[in-house]
């Protein structure tokens, strides 16, 4: 028998850490293709530009999910929204395997972006219905959660990829997408909805609190801003270590997503945090370790040392940029708590959509150095905007 949440009231423990578990293996389906895109190169025929596309478009797939989906949380059930996206998942997944050309896996890699949104509806569950003083604390449980799933997600279609070839990976991620259905199922319990209306005043109402909230919006463009940068390391790091002096396998640069793991230890702690250190002060810390870390990845471009320093480095720092503006974000409008989430992770992933698409464009013409140009520049454009825009925490 699913017990009924009530907002405000406390989120069972082991419902808490379900919904991290799910949330790393839906977002995981967004990160499959990034140590497989040289793979994925050669058996399609394609350049490096024409595969870094992949990446970019599967982000603007997840920004058109948060922006249309995501809101529905706070209008319909979200145990059915959440079901139907998952089975969308299950077929997406598939049909990539199934692809023979480019423009199939784009248009599949679109729709996967698109469904893979649920963490960000199991993020609002964990912030409205946890207790005040837990709130960004579990926000940090769930965050956590994603993370994993971020570097697992690298260092298993890596290995899947260099042993079993890439197509492998999806018939694997549409088997889990068809698994995760029946648990949320079983594990998602009865919540009220936050909004009575048509679907028509509540986009309205979206559009209502962006342009009324301005700390709303520039909390969202400044973390966007950074997951650019996060993202630019990603988009071009196959290509990076593909080359001399390292030529790496798909195996060795999944493996290295486990420098990540720092990240993902500290989000919890991170979210602890947030309410003692502020908002402001967090993301000036993670500002300034993101700078460090592509500063070391510029150095050391030569060495696994400086990869995998730059690659901890980075993790914690946007760590500390997203949880605290996420929270801050969450707790300013409660009641409309997956529409607000809506506005920050949209600004969010299509910064990062952005940080690909440089990343591939400077990579085509200045190959590493470019990356590190468009890392460092995105990060410095957010550090500026939390330095001067008054409004900000």
């Known amino acids: 028998m699913k017990q ?18 799910i949330s790393g293996l839906a977002v995981a389906n967004l990160y499959y293709n990034q140590p497989l895109l ?3 190169c050669r058996d399609l025929r394609v350049n490096e530009f024409t595969a870094n596309l992949i990446p970019m478009v599967t982000q603007i797939g997840y ?9 529905l949380g706070d209008l319909y059930s979200r145990r059915r929204i959440i079901v139907v996206n998952f089975s969308l998942l299950s077929v997406s997944m598939l ?8 423009g199939f896996v784009l248009a599949s890699s679109l729709i996967t972006g698109i469904c893979s949104v649920m963490p960000q509806i199991f993020i609002p569950i964990a912030s409205q219905f946890s207790k005040p003083e837990d709130k960004s604390k579990n926000v940090g449980v769930l965050v956590s959660g994603l993370l994993t799933g971020i570097l697992g997600s690298r260092v298993i279609s890596g290995i899947v990829g260099e042993y079993w070839g890439w197509r492998t990976m999806y018939y694997l991620a549409a088997a889990i997408m068809l698994v995760c259905i029946f648990i949320v199922i079983r594990i998602i319990p009865d919540m009220a909805v936050n909004y009575k209306g048509t679907y028509k005043e509540l986009m309205q109402s979206l559009f209502t609190i962006f342009r009324q909230r301005k700390d709303i919006r520039l909390s969202s463009l400044r973390a966007g801003l950074c997951f650019g940068s996060f993202l630019s390391l990603w988009a071009c790091l196959a290509f990076k270590l593909s080359g001399e002096p390292f030529y790496a396998g798909n195996n060795i640069i999944g493996m290295l997503g486990l420098c990540g793991v720092a990240g993902a230890l500290t989000a919890s702690l991170v979210g602890r945090y947030v309410r003692i250190l ?3 002060r967090l993301n000036y810390i993670g500002c300034l370790i993101i700078i460090v870390s592509w500063s070391i990845m ?5 060495t696994y040392a400086g990869f995998i320093v730059g690659i901890m480095l980075i993790d914690i720092g946007m760590q500390c940029v997203q949880l605290s503006n996420q929270t801050y974000v969450l707790t300013s409008l409660p009641n ?3 529409r607000v989430n809506t506005i920050f992770m949209t600004t969010y992933f299509v910064g990062g959509a952005l940080g690909t698409f440089l990343a591939g464009t400077f990579w085509h013409f200045m190959q590493w150095d470019g990356v590190v140009v ?8 957010s550090l500026i905007i939390t330095r001067f825009a008054k409004v900000l925490q």
Do not use: R
Not at 95 to 102: F, Q, Y
Not at 374 to 381: A, D, E, K, M, R
């Open 298 to 302: 510029y150095v050391f471009q030569n």
């Open 336 to 338: 409309a708590s997956n």
């Open 278 to 280: 502020g908002v402001k």
């Open 4 to 21: 009924k949440l009530i907002e405000n009231e406390g989120i069972p423990g082991h419902l808490l850490l379900l919904l991290a578990v």
């Open 95 to 102: 049909s990539i395997a199934l692809s023979k050309n480019v």
């Open 38 to 40: 040289n793979d994925i």
């Open 374 to 381: 468009v890392g460092l520049s995105l990060t410095i454009v």
């Open 63 to 71: 920004a058109l999910g948060l922006l249309f989906i995501i809101p």
